[in-house]
């Protein structure tokens, strides 16, 4: 069974502090990894997709990066509008033409104060 | 660019009550995926279409639960009999198979079931 786990539950940092969110996962076969940003009240927002192990995106102040056994967001010189919770998901290879399900972890909830 | 709309946003009801909640997906998407997050467990998939069949129904979490998608445009999610259990955040998703499989969420519709 594929399995995500996201550490820390929450981070709260100061503006320009910056930090890393992990996701670390175990999936039979890695097809993607995704990373989601969901404010209170709102369906997520897609952020980034990662392939392969080794390869990065980055977005603004977000910059994702992928490895066979975890991901990491890194948030350079964070502002009070990156607070959010962020979501990492995985799909895994399925069968012939079948798509793999997404399988999310629980998310970090981040805090930037002014 | 309308994305994935959702109604309604806010449902209270009754115990016992029938619930239908209702999802437009990207105009152009083949995949329709219906989701249901909660405190405890976090975002769950029920189900997932594929140009308008049930592909994978493995997460709805019991009988009283069902989905249609009649044509490309249009799905409902429907729960009869509603339990204050069922309460929860659902949401609806989109994407283009056959490419980056990204989803793209809708608003949510937030469930309260007395």
């Known amino acids: 069974e594929d399995q995500v786990t996201q550490s820390p539950e929450a981070l709260r940092l100061q503006e320009g502090e910056s930090s890393s969110l992990n996701c670390s996962y175990t999936v039979s076969g890695l097809r993607g990894l995704f990373w989601y940003r969901q404010d209170p009240g709102k369906g997520p927002e897609f952020l980034f997709t990662l392939y392969s192990a080794g390869e990065e995106k980055e977005k603004e102040r977000l910059k994702a990066t992928l490895t066979k056994k975890e991901s990491f967001l890194h948030i350079t010189a964070p502002k009070p509008e990156d607070s959010a919770t962020y979501l990492c998901?995985?799909?895994?290879?399925?069968?012939?033409?079948?798509?793999?399900?997404?399988?999310f972890g629980q998310g970090t909830i981040l805090t930037v104060h002014p | 660019d309308a994305g994935v709309i959702q109604s309604p946003r806010h449902e209270v009801t009754e115990m016992g009550q029938e619930v239908t909640l209702r999802c437009k997906p990207i105009?152009?998407?083949?995949?329709l995926f219906w989701y249901r997050q909660t405190m405890m467990r976090g975002l769950e998939l029920l189900i997932y279409f594929n140009n308008n069949v049930p592909i994978d129904d493995s997460g709805m979490p019991e009988d009283r639960f069902s989905a249609k998608m009649p044509n490309a445009s249009f799905s409902t999610l429907k729960i009869q009999p509603s339990e204050p259990r069922d309460s929860a955040v659902y949401f609806c998703a989109s994407s283009f198979g056959q490419g980056q499989h990204t989803q793209y969420f809708g608003p949510g519709t937030r469930l309260t079931v007395l």
């Open positions: 105009s152009g998407h083949d995949y």
């Open positions: 998901a995985v799909q895994a290879w399925a069968g012939g033409t079948s798509y793999g399900k997404l399988t």
